[in-house]
């Protein structure tokens, strides 16, 4: 592998003038410069960052690990956190799954933003630290070097379904995501304490297990239509579950929201094309806070105390006033 001393030496010149116009400074001559860079691109030589972070003492680079590219919000959170680390002089490394692991050291980046399940609250815990600090997004974990930034999924929820009930609507299935998540988990609880509020009562039988996917809503409203139980309406955890679902009833003939409402969570970028009632998460906001935390606990200015950060419903045309059209409400013991 080619190192800085092997440019230096075909340069014919010292390893701190490589240095020096490696790491962008204007102390050396433009035709000096401009030789060097040259031979590093003869040489296919790449800057090593840790190695450039021993000399300096700094790494101006932040991670952000996400699970795929699939779920299109992600891509808000992205330019949240880019714009906020652009700003600020920071660069941005994005690593999928557990390809982040090896570059969450303080030799690679300065601390890193993690919203992917699949990275361990223990590599967390034994990877924070005072000079490493990380943000989490949608979890939180038991250590003084991780702060969390969480949507507040149950009062959202709580709005949403009281709104559906407001509406008429009395027969209800639940499409969830994976049940170890906690925004899973906040939301379907949020579902449950809404519907006993108002005494009406839910069979488990109506939940449908997801994973957040499209194919995983269409699957769920499938089954719903082969076993003849469809509902009123069938709030889903997160849009790409609903997106799903609606295909899936068009396609057997139910118009949706006359015949079956549907609701999401998320207001992806497919939620507004899709007229889809949904929960408008800041994801944009989301990413610009966590960018600007992280920097500011990478600066010293120590601050790991959870944030909970607000979202709205957006009613759209896969709702439906049930009242208004004359629909009769469904039975309390669905």
Not at 106 to 122: A, Q, R
Not at 172 to 181: A, K, L, N, V
Not at 267 to 295: F, H, K, W
Request: proline content about 3%; aromatic content about 8%; overall charge neutral.
């Amino acid at each position: 592998m080619v190192g800085i001393k092997d440019i230096a030496k075909e340069a014919g010149v010292s390893v701190a003038t490589v240095s020096n116009v490696i790491n962008g400074r204007k102390n050396v001559g433009e035709k000096t410069r401009q030789n060097i860079l040259r031979i590093c691109e003869e040489m296919s030589y790449i800057p090593n960052a840790a190695g450039r972070s021993l000399k300096t003492g700094e790494v101006n680079t932040i991670l952000f690990n996400f699970s795929d590219f699939e779920r299109s919000f992600y891509l808000d959170v992205i330019h949240g956190i880019s714009d906020y680390a652009n700003a600020n002089e920071f660069d941005l490394m994005i690593c999928t799954k557990k390809s982040c692991e090896k570059f969450m050291r303080s030799g690679f980046t300065s601390g890193c933003i993690i919203l992917d399940m699949g990275v361990k609250d223990k590599n967390i815990c034994e990877v924070a630290s005072e000079n490493y600090p990380v943000i989490l997004l949608d979890r939180e974990v038991d250590s003084p070097y991780v702060k969390s930034i969480l949507v507040n999924n149950y009062d959202a929820m709580c709005e949403l379904v009281e709104g559906l009930i407001g509406l008429g609507y009395r027969k209800f299935s639940f499409i969830g995501g994976p049940e170890r998540t906690d925004d899973n988990k906040e939301r379907y609880k949020a579902f449950l304490d809404v519907l006993e509020k108002h005494q009406i009562s839910f069979n488990r039988k109506h939940y449908y297990s997801g994973d957040y996917y499209q194919k995983s809503g269409a699957t769920a409203a499938k089954i719903m239509l082969l076993s003849d139980e469809v509902p009123d309406c069938i709030v889903c955890a997160n849009d790409n579950m609903a997106i799903g679902a609606i295909r899936e009833l068009r396609k057997a003939g139910l118009r949706v929201p006359e015949d079956v409402a549907v609701t999401g969570f998320d207001n992806c970028s497919m939620a507004e094309p899709m007229e889809l009632t949904t929960v408008d998460v800041p994801d944009y906001e989301r990413g610009y806070l966590a960018a600007q935390n992280l920097i500011g606990n990478i600066r010293g200015r120590r601050n790991t105390e959870t944030l909970r950060i607000g979202a709205r419903v957006k009613w759209r045309k896969t709702t439906i006033s049930k009242k208004k059209d004359g629909g009769k409400p469904g039975s309390k013991n669905w």
